[in-house]
């Protein structure tokens, strides 16, 4: 009985000298807020929704990435920028293939944007010219108010004042709805214009006449 007692006394005095292991580790785990896009992974820890169209889809760690000068702030800016490129890609896309080419482009006739652009290029190369020197100011401008923003915190990723309509002065959730519906469409336009070229590519064919043969080909 004795040598019982003296047992249990030094098990308990080894035991209270041991590391205490994290009980709740695995609660904490489980209780982690999961992503609204992908249910099946936790929330990265910067998307927390603060930006409009954040649903925390970030699959492959991209927000966390602080380095080189690209930070999330960074990304942001550039994925609102390309969603705007890309909704007036589309629409600029579109409207030539069904209204024809714009006054002194005349040569462009292809309905296919890609042949169009070269067919542009070897009859006024110096409006491709134009075009890259606009698009080298606009990377100019955008590039330091990325940076000035950045840096003093104050400027919002793709914010550059320009509100004609004044969307920004009314109701502030109203405001929000829309800024999240801007990045909506341009994700799904980035998506369009993407297919646009990709098939124009692959078959030399404008995007409606494309979408008109897939329809007439799966008509019943």
């Not at 960074?74 to 069904?98: C, T």
């Not at 336009?189 to 007439?216: I, K, P, R, Y």
């Amino acid at each position: 009985m004795m040598k019982l007692s003296l047992f249990t006394l030094c098990v308990s005095y080894a035991t209270a000298f041991m590391a205490a292991r994290p009980a709740n580790r695995n609660s904490i785990v489980l209780q982690a807020e999961k992503s609204q896009a992908l249910p099946f992974l936790n929330r990265p820890a910067l998307l927390d929704g603060s930006m409009a169209g954040d649903v925390g889809f970030d699959p492959l760690g991209l927000s966390g990435i602080d380095d080189v000068g690209i930070d999330l702030y960074w990304l942001r800016e550039a994925e609102i920028k390309h969603a705007r490129v890309a909704m007036l890609a589309v629409v600029g896309i579109v409207q030539v293939e069904i209204f024809g080419p714009a006054p002194g482009c005349e040569a462009a006739t292809a309905k296919c944007q890609m042949d169009s652009f070269w067919q542009l290029w070897n009859s006024h190369p110096q409006y491709i010219a134009a075009g890259l020197i606009g698009i080298m100011f606009i990377e100019t401008v955008s590039g330091i108010a990325t940076t000035s923003g950045r840096e003093s915190g104050v400027r919002e990723p793709g914010d550059f004042g320009l509100d004609p309509l004044e969307f920004g002065k009314g109701d502030p959730a109203r405001f929000q709805r829309l800024k999240a519906q801007e990045i909506a469409n341009g994700r799904l336009a980035m998506w369009a214009a993407a297919g646009l070229l990709v098939q124009g590519c692959s078959t030399h064919d404008g995007g409606l006449e494309n979408f008109m043969t897939a329809l007439s080909d799966n008509a019943f």
